[in-house]
């Protein structure tokens, strides 16, 4: 009974995370106009998806970070009864902050958790040291670290383009005819039209007109179209790396449950989370694509790319880095660097991860107290 209670909370929070996670890496596609909510999601669950089954070859050590070895009393980490309520606790905190359309780290929660069951559990018993080297100094660093990158790769690709002298047309696009003379009203054969001033050469047409109409090139290839390709092959990106750095930690929670085994695990917490996407990312979506600064095609690359490489590394060297951190703090810098940043969204932001810590110990801890006085 209390495995499969284990499993259900550990589910729980793979959609919990899905739900808050999965859109992030795909943000700067919906919020520049590049692409449509759906074909973000479609292409963030595809990425998301591979990065989590990669993680049966490439994240094995993260497995045993978050099973909580190091902060928690070897004793206790192998009591099931403290493994469901750090998944129970830590899926609520986030589950909650998706309802409320903020983005949070699912490492944080974890992490709260975490020390919330071990205070729970055995107070005396928290490493402090390991808590700090190995979990609170990452989440802390991360996001500072990727304010700055972004603030001058940005920087440097709009020098780039200001030496090499691309710039983008101009091009008014209209989905529908708002106005049109009185002898093309009258003509019933007539469902669209393009209204012309030749004198200051200002057309009107549908977004297929406007993307025809842009000239920058270089070395032959439309610029505009290779930054979009590379805008969605780094989202993707992104995708690939958080699910490549997030599915261990969930998976670390089964790590010493009798009889499981690890590779069935990581598949279902890859479906589970990519359900979660599905089914509710639509608040987090548009926090992060609307409501933290305007993103440009440019802006949304330069962001990917640095939160790309961050977790990536983060997952190569075992460090429990939050894609949430980075990748906000990415779409902050390019807010700083143009001065459009949302400032009280972030700070709403910002408050949302500092409760996520006391939150997680809270729910963890009490879920702990719950299942010790039921078995």
Not at 32 to 37: A, E, L, P, R, V
Not at 73 to 97: E, K, N, R, S, W
Not at 162 to 167: A, F, R, S, Y
Not at 273 to 288: K, Q
Request: proline content about 3%; hydrophobic content about 50%; overall charge positive.
């Amino acid at each position: 009974m209390i495995t499969t209670l284990l499993f259900i909370a550990v589910c729980f929070l793979a959609f919990a995370n899905g739900a808050n996670d999965n859109f992030k890496g795909v943000a700067s596609l919906y919020g520049s106009g590049t692409t449509s909510y759906r074909r973000a999601l479609t292409w963030a669950t595809i990425c998301t998806v591979l990065g989590s089954l990669c993680a049966l070859f490439l994240a094995h050590a993260l497995l045993v970070k978050f099973s909580g070895k190091g902060v928690a009393p070897d004793t206790l980490i192998q009591t099931i009864p403290f493994m469901t309520a750090v998944a129970a606790g830590a899926g609520l905190t986030v589950i909650l902050a998706t309802r409320l359309g903020f983005p949070i780290s699912t490492t944080h929660a974890l992490l709260g958790a975490i020390v919330g069951s071990t205070l729970a559990a055995a107070p005396e018993g928290i490493n402090l040291a390991a808590l700090q080297n190995n979990f609170i100094l990452p989440l802390l660093l991360s996001p500072l670290i990727s304010v700055l990158l972004s603030i001058a790769v940005y920087s440097s690709l709009k020098q780039v383009r200001q030496v090499l002298n691309i710039g983008e047309d101009l091009c008014v696009c209209t989905e529908n005819t708002l106005t049109a003379n009185a002898s093309i009203m009258n003509n019933q054969n007539t469902s669209a039209a393009l209204v012309q001033n030749n004198a200051s050469n200002i057309s009107v047409g549908n977004a297929s007109d406007c993307q025809q109409r842009q000239a920058a090139v270089l070395l032959g290839f439309n610029v505009e179209r290779v930054v979009n390709g590379l805008h969605f092959f780094s989202a993707g990106t992104v995708c690939f790396a958080r699910g490549l750095n997030d599915t261990p930690k969930i998976a670390g929670l089964l790590w010493l449950a009798p009889n499981v085994a690890v590779h069935w695990v990581i598949i279902l917490i890859a479906g589970v989370m990519a359900l979660g996407g599905v089914l509710n990312s639509r608040r987090v979506a548009e926090t992060m694509s609307h409501k933290i600064t305007t993103i440009s095609h440019g802006q949304g690359l330069s962001a990917n790319l640095i939160t790309a490489v961050l977790v990536i590394l983060a997952s190569k060297f075992s460090l429990p880095v939050s894609t949430t951190h980075v990748s906000v703090g990415a779409l902050f810098g390019i807010g700083i660097r143009n001065r459009s940043v949302n400032g009280g969204m972030m700070l709403s932001i910002l408050a949302a991860w500092v409760i996520t810590l006391p939150c997680a110990a809270a729910c963890a801890a009490a879920a702990y107290s719950l299942i010790n006085a039921s078995v």
